[in-house]
């Protein structure tokens, strides 16, 4: 039989067998091609090679990019060559643009506003006896100009106060370089948390600031003090680092003057007042707030506010002999204890604020007034009470404010303690200023939040079970719904 020839129909085939039998002939016809090529010589010729039969795209597919095409080009503007947004986008569009410009207007005011803040801090304002006319001097670099600052814009420095000597009195100068720094914040960004404080605090700041730098009375250098009122975090901690500068060429004009070498001890005095609300967070704290600070969260305070803790190094970090720190911290009424306990956050100084300032900043400290929660409040530089053996307390373990669960493990001679913290973590002669001996009331309180965690757990696992099981339930019905409709 030839390759490709179809063997007779037989009698009384059906269409599906003869479908059958056709693509079986065709099967054997290629297997006794394959055999006769390959007992054929090499040289033989053989039959051309088949051509490969290009796939068809689908009548379907074609249509449907038809009325794609004729769908881009209904929408496309005969001017322009684009397309046309609809109305709604356009609004979308619209929305942004204005929203990204009144966010670049905020912004710029803003740092505008900060900008102006630093210079009224860094620049002041004298009068030049010499050409009889008023003049502008950079504190930070004791450059002197004419003309004031060009970002001050309509606004001026204040004029320099005119002080006038009591009859038969004989100015004497200091005898040695005295340094100041006055903060006071009186305004915040976060008005439902931290509410203004009253008018008389800023008149405090303008009567120390007059008093300061009045030749006959406190003797202050008007370029050894910075006066900041209503700032932001970082407009304080750029005027810091200057105060520190400024400190550190005094003491380096000093040393090299007397000529005291290694041997050299700053002999300056350092005062420092601050005016504003400390905010204290179950998750961290106390916090210093300035103008900027967001009270709603801890990670918040952390970025807008400024750890008292930190606060201390800056000022442990400046070289001089003494140091004063006077705190005006309480301008809200203090919250009872328990009603302190059920806030996140409390607008208060804690109990032994002003000793861990004394401490942590090794200075002097005065306040306005004592603190505390309910009962006793503590005296000036009066110490935590004492810990016991196995007794749970938290601990600042690296020293910003945080706090850490452990238990007292032994108590040393002198006066330190050694705690184990929960993860078997042993820390030896941890002074007695660093740790927090924990209530029944807290403890009561922590075992009723882990009681109420583990119910919500419970009950969470227990919805999740419900669903699944529900789940279940339904893909069965649907299932055997299923299988009698095919009995059916």
């Known amino acids: ?133 008023m003049v502008y001097r950079n504190k930070v670099t004791g450059l002197v100009q004419r003309t004031k600052p060009r970002l001050l814009r309509d606004e001026d420095l204040p004029d320099p106060i005119v002080y006038v000597a009591p009859e038969g009195y004989e100015s004497v100068p200091a005898d040695r370089k005295q340094f100041a720094l006055v903060l006071t914040t009186t305004s915040f960004n976060d008005e439902e948390r931290l509410p203004a404080l009253p008018a008389v605090v800023e008149n405090d700041h303008d009567a120390i600031r007059k008093h300061l730098v009045n030749p006959y009375v406190c003797k202050y250098a008007e370029e050894d003090c910075l006066f900041l009122k209503n700032v932001s975090k970082n407009v304080f901690l750029t005027q810091i680092d200057a105060l520190r500068d400024i400190v550190k060429k005094a003491n380096q004009s000093e040393k090299l003057r007397t000529g005291a070498g290694r041997e050299f001890k700053p002999t300056g005095s350092l005062l420092v007042y601050v ?73 208060y100084p804690p109990s032994t604020f002003y000793s861990d300032v004394a401490y942590k900043a090794e200075c002097r400290v005065l306040g306005s007034c004592k603190l505390g929660g309910e009962g006793r409040p503590p005296e000036f530089g009066e110490q935590p009470p004492k810990a016991v053996l196995d007794q749970p307390v938290l601990v600042d373990r690296s020293e910003d404010g945080t706090y850490h669960k452990g238990v007292v493990s032994s108590a040393n001679e002198d006066g330190t303690y050694d705690v184990t913290f929960a993860d078997d973590d042993l820390q030896q002669s941890i002074p007695r200023y660093l740790l927090r001996p924990r209530s029944k009331e807290d403890l009561a309180a922590e075992a009723e939040e882990l009681r109420r965690a583990e119910l919500l757990e419970k009950l969470q696992r227990s919805m999740k079970v419900t669903t699944l099981t529900s789940k279940f339930i339904k893909k069965t019905q649907v299932a055997a719904l299923t299988t009698r409709q095919r009995v059916e």
């Open 1 to 133: 039989m030839p390759p490709f020839e179809s063997a007779v129909e037989p009698a009384g085939e059906t269409e599906k067998e003869r479908k059958k039998r056709e693509k079986r002939e065709r099967k054997e016809a290629k297997k006794r091609a394959k055999e006769e090529a390959a007992m054929a010589p090499a040289d033989a010729p053989g039959p051309a090679p088949a051509k490969k039969k290009k796939k068809k795209k689908k009548k379907k597919i074609e249509d449907d990019d038809e009325d794609e095409l004729e769908r881009l080009k209904a929408a496309m503007n005969d001017d322009s060559g684009e397309l046309e947004a609809s109305e709604e986008e356009l609004l979308e569009e619209l929305q942004t643009d204005c929203a990204v410009r009144v966010q670049k207007q905020a912004r710029a005011l803003k740092a505008r506003r900060q900008v102006r803040n630093m210079i009224k801090t860094t620049f002041a304002k004298e009068y030049d006896q010499e050409h009889d006319r």
């Open 275 to 347: 005016a504003t609300h400390v905010a204290t967070h179950r998750s961290g704290g106390p916090y210093f707030c300035f103008s900027d600070t967001s009270a709603v969260s801890n990670s918040s305070l952390q970025r807008t506010g400024m750890k008292v803790s930190q606060f201390c190094k800056l000022i442990r970090d400046i070289k001089c002999r003494e140091k004063t720190v006077i705190l005006d911290c309480c301008h809200v009424e203090r919250p009872p204890s328990k009603e302190a306990a059920k806030r996140p956050v409390v607008v």
